[in-house]
């Protein structure tokens, strides 16, 4: 269950968290005209707050609108002030974001017409997305019976919340089966992402992830790939054959909610000695210090704040 906080902005309002309620006939609740963003935000050592790389995910957030052809009655700026004023509303030092924009009531039927979009951020606490034990121990993981969409039947770079019927699918059958997540292929076979996250091996201290056509352009997946070469890997974006997954040394997801979770089997085979490897862990390791606010390099990837 979500931990409640005080209030939610609701249309430029702070709203109280129980009153943040829509009719049945919202549009969006029929037809998934709708995009959201998942943001996180961290207490920091020196007792401040940030939020990592919210305008970047603001600007995905508008830019999801676009894509689906949803009227955006906010810029990425007026975003990014929403989500500062709710996390200090609700006094929350760390917190998750969850800003989400959909087609209001009115008309119904396909076309959304003329109906309002409404936008809402609302901010909660979430510890480990994957389970507690899942950032240290790693987790089990299965191939999907269903793919991941095609690029021209679901557009995979908006955060629209009718993607997630795929997502949602794949997870229940990866929990039924026993599992802790999915994996999604895409149509032609090749590896694609999670249910939830990007995915990314290391072979011979060589770090591959799935190029960007066919998943979600992930925030953390951008800083781990700026983070790795850094720190002096080769990252190598290209298709990926599901059997790659099987004889990896490593095997990791990364995303907001799953921040770097190592993966210690795909489909019962398990990946390098059945635990994080030393390339997962040590850029789990140097993300966590980035996230708070412990490596000035990448302070412009921190948008600061007092609880
Ligand atoms: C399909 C998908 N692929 C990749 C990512 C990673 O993107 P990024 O967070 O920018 O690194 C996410 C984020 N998934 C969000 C929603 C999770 C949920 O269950 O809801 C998240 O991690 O917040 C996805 O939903």
New binding site residues.
């Given amino acids: 269950m979500v931990q409640k906080s005080e209030t939610i902005w609701f249309d430029g309002k702070q709203v109280p968290w129980d009153e943040a309620n829509v009719h049945v006939l919202t549009h969006a609740l029929h037809y998934a005209t709708a995009v959201f963003e998942?943001?996180?935000a961290y207490e920091c050592a020196d007792g401040s707050s940030e939020v990592f790389r919210l305008r970047d995910?603001m600007i995905?957030f508008v830019n999801s609108a676009k894509i689906l052809g949803i009227k955006m009655p906010y810029t990425a700026d007026e975003m990014t002030e929403a989500a500062i004023e709710t996390l200090k509303r609700n006094k929350l030092a760390g917190a998750?974001v969850r800003p989400l924009a959909f087609v209001g009531e009115g008309a119904m039927g396909v076309y959304p017409g003329d109906n309002p979009t409404r936008v809402i951020v609302a901010c909660w606490p979430w510890g480990a997305?994957l389970g507690e034990d899942a950032l240290e121990k790693g987790i089990n993981v299965r191939c999907s019976s269903f793919s991941r969409h095609h690029i021209n039947v679901m557009m995979v770079k908006a955060?629209a919340s009718g993607?997630?019927v795929n997502?949602v699918l794949a997870k229940n059958e990866a929990l039924a089966d026993g599992y802790d997540e999915a994996i999604l292929l895409d149509t032609t076979g090749h590896v694609s992402?999670?249910?939830?996250?990007?995915i990314f091996l290391v072979r011979d201290d060589i770090i591959y992830t799935p190029h960007l056509d066919g998943?979600?352009?992930?925030?953390?997946?951008d800083s781990i790939i700026s983070l790795a070469n850094d720190l002096g890997y080769e990252v190598r974006e290209e298709p990926i054959a599901r059997d790659m997954l099987y004889v990896a040394d490593e095997v990791f997801f990364?995303?907001?909610?799953?921040e770097l979770t190592p993966i210690s089997s795909v489909d019962r085979r398990t990946v390098g000695t059945g635990t994080a490897g030393p390339v997962a862990k040590l850029l789990q390791t140097e993300f966590f210090k980035i996230v708070k606010g412990e490596n000035p390099d990448y302070e412009h990837w921190l948008h600061r704040y007092q609880a």
């Fill in positions: 998942g943001i996180r995910h995905r998750y997305y955060k993607n997630y997502s992402e999670g249910t939830g996250e990007n998943v979600l352009g992930g925030l953390t997946r990364t995303g907001t909610a799953a």
